[in-house]
């Protein structure tokens, strides 16, 4: 069974600093992988994508990638009340299926 | 106008009720998914459809049953509800495969069985 794990958290930190989630993969032959963002009652909405290995910024959103330690992580910089939300890690499986495996979630909570 | 629909968008139904969710978009993609999402667990997977002639069982196909009625249109039936059906479930969409096909979500229906 392919997996994907992140901390449910929730994860607090003050207005102003650095939100730091993680999540780590089972796939080796993974390829793909995707941050999306939950509001609690609403759909999942994609925030960044990233398919090499190393560093992707957007904004105040930064993704990372280490393929050979199965590890993705997201920075968000100057983290704001609103960025409070579930974010949710995905994974493109390997082969013909291009299901994405998501992960649990962690709750991120931005104290004001 | 919102790219993916749905509807309803809450239902609160009895057990052993037949049940349609409906998934529309405009999006032209050829690639539609159904998912449920329960607190506390990820997105499962339950069906999902590569064009109108494909139909794919995902992990969690037990109880349900699906119809491609269209490029656009992809339908989510329960045949007979039951109360551990509970929970939010959403419609995706996806171009045609590759390293970037992303998914995106419709806005989800809430059901409740009783």
């Known amino acids: 069974q392919k997996e994907v794990e992140q901390n449910s958290g929730p994860l607090s930190v003050p207005e102003g600093a650095i939100a730091s989630l993680n999540c780590t993969y089972s796939d080796r032959g993974s390829q793909s992988f995707f941050w999306y963002r939950q509001y609690s009652g609403k759909s999942p909405e994609l925030i960044m994508s990233?398919?090499?290995?190393g560093d992707k910024e957007d904004g105040r959103f930064t993704a990372q990638l280490n393929k050979a330690s199965q590890y993705v992580s997201l920075l968000i910089r100057d983290s704001q009340p609103s960025d409070s939300a579930t974010y949710l890690c995905?994974?493109?499986?390997?082969?013909?299926?291009?299901?994405?495996?998501f992960g649990t979630g962690t709750l991120l909570a931005v104290q004001p | 106008d919102a790219d993916v629909t749905q509807t309803p968008r809450n239902r609160i139904t009895k057990t052993g009720k037949r049940i349609m969710l409906e998934c529309s978009q405009t999006k032209g993609h050829d690639r539609m998914y159904w998912y449920r999402q329960d607190p506390g667990l990820g997105l499962q997977l339950i069906y999902y459809?590569?064009?109108?002639?494909?139909?794919n069982k995902g992990e969690i196909s037990d109880g349900y049953s699906v119809s491609r009625q269209a490029q656009a249109k992809f339908s989510l039936s329960l045949e007979s509800a039951i109360p551990n059906q509970t929970a939010l479930y959403f419609c995706?969409?996806?171009?045609?495969?590759?390293?970037?096909?992303?998914?995106?979500f419709g806005p989800g229906t809430r059901l409740t069985v009783l």
């Open positions: 459809s590569f064009d109108v002639k494909d139909i």
């Open positions: 995706a969409t996806s171009d045609s495969g590759g390293q970037t096909d992303t998914q995106y």
């Open positions: 990233i398919y090499s290995n």
């Open positions: 995905a994974v493109r499986e390997s082969g013909a299926t291009n299901k994405l495996i």
